[in-house]
T-cell receptor, first 111, second 115 residues
Framework: KQEVTQIPAALSVPEGENLVLNCSFT??????LQWFRQDPGKGLTSLLLIQSSQREQTSGRLNASLDKSSGRSTLYIAASQPGDSATYLC??????????FGQGTELSVKP | NAGVTQTPKFQVLKTGQSMTLQCAQDMNHNSMYWYRQDPGMGLRLIYY???????DKGEVPNGYNVSRLNKREFSLRLESAAPSQTSVYFCASSELMMTATYEQYFGPGTRLTVT
């Protein structure tokens, strides 16, 4: 059974710092991996989708990497801002397109 | 395009009451999903429908029923609500793309409290 784990559960950093969020999964037979952002009391915003054949995807200050063989993905946020404060969710697509989510990392960026 | 829409946005029920959460998508996707999210946890799959006319159980189906009314609409029913069903419910839809990859699109969620 696929399990997705995100470490750390919570992270607090000063504004301007570069940071890395980690995601690991137990079964390397995944199709895609997707990173989402969730603001308190809100829905999910898709940040980056990495196909299984890709190693990384970039969007602005965000860079996500995927290493299927080791069952790991990282989300790198450059020059963090208070507006980046949110919960970040990692999810993997198994066969049939079903998503398995991690528990999330709650990020707080202090001014 | 509205994407994925959900009604209602908020609902309070008493234990034992029933209700139906509605979800609709206008992207002509074949697959639709219902998830629940509890505090400090990621989303967990309740039921999904791979195509019109089919439904299957996910990770946490107990206490729920679903109906794929047509290609656009997928409803989730709580027959006898329990406090353990207090949660935020998300609907999603997806299509298998030409690149043989998937991407799910999510609705805004329904916040349900059962007292």
């Amino acid at each position: 059974k696929q399990e997705v784990t995100q470490i750390p559960a919570a992270l607090s950093v000063p504004e301007g710092e570069n940071l890395v969020l980690n995601c690991s999964f137990t079964d390397s037979a995944i199709y895609n991996l997707q990173w989402f952002r969730q603001d308190p009391g809100k829905g999910l915003t898709s940040l980056l989708l990495i196909q299984s054949s890709q190693r990384e995807q970039t969007s602005g200050r965000l860079n996500a990497s995927l290493d299927k063989s080791s069952g790991r993905s990282t989300l790198y946020i450059a020059a963090s801002q208070p507006g980046d404060s949110a919960t970040y969710l990692c999810a993997v697509y198994n066969q049939g397109g079903k998503l398995i989510f991690g528990q999330g990392t709650e990020l707080s960026v202090k001014p | 395009n509205a994407g994925v829409t959900q009604t209602p946005k908020f609902q309070v029920l008493k234990t034992g009451q029933s209700m139906t959460l509605q979800c609709a998508q206008d992207m002509n996707h074949n697959s639709m999903y219902w998830y629940r999210q509890d505090p400090g946890m990621g989303l967990r799959l309740i039921y999904y429908s791979a195509s019109e006319g089919t439904t299957d159980k996910g990770e946490v189906p107990n206490g729920y029923n679903v109906s794929r009314l047509n290609k656009r609409e997928f409803s989730l029913r709580l027959e006898s609500a329990a406090p353990s069903q207090t949660s935020v419910y998300f609907c999603a839809s997806s299509e298998l793309m030409m690149t043989a990859t998937y991407e799910q699109y999510f609705g805004p969620g329904t916040r349900l409290t059962v007292t």
